[in-house]
């Protein structure tokens, strides 16, 4: 029955994750072609509205993505408590894909981008996977695709995403306040404290992580990571499963349902259609070709799908883990392609690699042309494999 339980979340997971990158991709879309119309000054000076101090594109990127952090560190921690991730076999062939998938887009990256210094600080930006937008396109195929892959595609995602999150607080961080960093220790301390002494109430966890996200905002790491510090102290509860259907047990499966909705159906849409509209004025091939601009899109269209297919290729013959069952390698390289969408996670630490309107620019287009070309051929494979079939 916990298994069965189990299986579900996971399965209501996918779905949610799979219809919200269907509306992320209408946003973004939508956000490139406003961008690109008579309203695109309109477009701008909103983003660029002063409230509260913040500039309203700041509030999105720094405040409303800290809760598709929080998300995040929810899911990753659940997927390894209790999912997916919970034990090596299982860990094993996600791991190994979703570190191949971030070791050679990086050294695609670095190759192209060598003989240009102040390019480096891009090197991260491919690296990353979208798994709404990922998921989105693997579910226009509904049930003919196994659910071994779906399971793969997330669990990799999953696994990439904790990569991305170390890259962005390792290789990110700036200006670092030492004041501002210790009464961030010290809440960070206190929600730990809360776990360890088994307090369930979301209440004193919620208010300690927004003035987490008060102190890390002006600490110098970026202020998002506040939310998957407060995921990993939120407690699980040690019966959350039996309980999860009548409401009682686990304040992270409670915590996670409620944000579900709104990250994927309003954080990331926003996030989507604020960060995607990049102006085509100008654009030309010369673009796509500059080192910063290929690196990028090289990176997520070739990095990715090479990256993972070895890992999974050393995987399968060593026997340190075993495909996804039902699934042939044309589909799983399907799979691969479609971890070149990299989108979210990848124009995010754009940003915090550029500051500069020239560098945020290119980058925004090479993420868009990576992503649409990966999500295209991801997809053009799938279809001919059923048509095959």
Request: proline share 3%; charged share 10%.
């Amino acid at each position: 029955m916990v298994i069965l339980r189990a299986r579900t979340t996971f399965q209501r997971f996918v779905e949610s994750e799979a219809s919200g990158g269907v509306v992320l991709m209408a946003s973004a879309a939508l956000g490139l072609v406003v961008a690109n119309s008579a309203f695109a000054g309109n477009y701008t000076e909103l983003l660029h509205t002063k409230v509260g101090g913040l500039h309203v594109l700041h509030w999105i990127n720094d405040g409303l993505m800290a809760l598709f952090f929080l998300l995040v560190g929810l899911e990753i921690k659940r997927e390894i408590l209790a999912g997916e991730l919970d034990s090596w076999p299982r860990r094993a062939l996600p791991f190994m894909a979703a570190l191949g998938g971030m070791i050679v887009p990086a050294v695609i990256f670095f190759a192209i981008n060598w003989r240009t210094p102040d390019t480096w600080r891009g090197w991260a930006i491919p690296t990353a996977t979208d798994i709404a937008f990922a998921l989105g396109v693997l579910s226009l195929f509904g049930s003919r695709i196994p659910n071994s892959l779906k399971v793969f595609l997330t669990s990799l995602a999953i696994m990439d995403d904790l990569g991305a999150i170390l890259i962005i607080a390792l290789f990110y961080a700036a200006d670092l306040s030492t004041s501002a960093l210790g009464v961030a220790a010290l809440l960070t301390a206190a929600l730990f404290a809360l776990n360890w002494f088994g307090i369930m109430r979301l209440a004193p966890y919620l208010l300690l992580g927004v003035l987490l996200w008060g102190c890390m905002l002006f600490s110098g790491i970026h202020a998002t990571l506040a939310g998957v510090v407060l995921a990993m102290t939120i407690p699980v509860g040690s019966s959350a499963d039996e309980n999860r259907d009548n409401g009682a047990g686990s304040p992270l499966h409670h915590l996670e349902d409620a944000l579900g909705p709104w990250v994927a159906f309003l954080v990331l849409p926003v996030f989507g259609f604020a960060n995607a509209g990049v102006s085509l004025a100008g654009a030309s091939l010369d673009t796509l070709l500059a080192p910063l601009s290929l690196g990028i899109a090289a990176g997520l269209f070739f990095g990715k799908q090479i990256g993972i297919m070895i890992s999974v290729f050393i995987a399968s013959r060593t026997g340190l883990a075993d495909l996804p069952a039902g699934a042939s390698w044309r589909e799983i390289y399907g799979v691969a392609l479609l971890c070149g969408i990299g989108f979210t996670m990848s124009l995010f630490i754009g940003l915090l690699a550029f500051a500069d309107a020239e560098h945020e620019a290119m980058t925004k287009l090479a993420v868009l042309a990576g992503s649409l070309l990966s999500a295209f051929a991801g997809a053009a494979i799938l279809i001919r494999r059923k048509a095959a079939a």
